[in-house]
């Protein structure tokens, strides 16, 4: 698998409206990063789908390593 180019080593913290449908990019190649563009049918991988009960604030990982994606767990600072 090539390198996941659209990894950092910040989180993302953005709201998640309820009831709304969302695909987390696992393969680190959708040029809409987070959510999923399809772009793992060439590059490996699935996304992490979720759905959230009530509209929150949520900070997702962008370094690909938390134990916990979608969710950051802050692996990014054991880099």
Request: hydrophobic share 20%; aromatic share 8%.
């Amino acid at each position: 698998m090539s390198e996941k180019k659209h990894f950092q080593k910040t989180p993302l913290t953005l709201t998640v409206h309820a009831g709304k449908k969302f695909a987390y990019c696992d393969c680190g190649h959708a040029e809409s990063f987070p959510s999923c563009d399809g772009s793992h049918r060439t590059h490996g991988g699935k996304p992490l789908k979720f759905t959230l009960e009530e509209t929150k604030e949520v900070t997702l990982c962008r370094c690909g390593d938390s134990a916990d994606k979608p969710y950051c767990d802050g692996s990014h600072l054991r880099r």
